[in-house]
């Protein structure tokens, strides 16, 4: 595992605590955010947050996570203690939705034969 990929596995375990814990944003906290991956530059100066979202509007929950960015990444930079923390952003993970929206039209077509 490089640098890279290290870093983002510790943004990844660190910030689901840090977003369920510390975010106050109603758009994040009225829903469970689960982090699906991080991609971090070799640069270390961007990481891609993919999230899902459930119980709430994704959208919204994206727009509040990137609002409160600068705080998440103040806290991440304080508890990994590294000299370069790479600037966060959210973007919505749709995978999960899809798979329920599969799952959900499988059980609608068996319960119609």
């Known amino acids: 595992m490089n640098k890279t990929e290290r870093i983002a596995s510790e943004i990844m375990k660190r910030l689901s ?5 510390n ?10 955010v689960g982090i699906t991956d991080v ?9 891609l947050v993919s999230v899902s979202v459930y119980g709430g509007d994704g959208e919204q929950a994206v727009e509040g996570l990137n609002h409160s960015a ?34 959900d039209l499988l059980k609608k077509i068996r319960t119609e034969q």
Do not use: H, N, W
Request: proline share 5%.
């Open 39 to 47: 991609r971090v530059d070799p640069e270390l100066s961007r990481a």
């Open 70 to 103: 600068g705080f998440l990444r103040s806290r991440l930079k304080e508890l990994m203690e590294i000299r370069t923390m790479p600037a966060l952003k959210f973007v919505l993970d749709r995978g999960a939705q899809y798979s329920q929206e599969i799952e």
């Open 17 to 21: 605590v840090l977003i369920k814990d």
């Open 23 to 32: 975010v106050r944003d109603p758009r994040v906290s009225a829903c469970i």
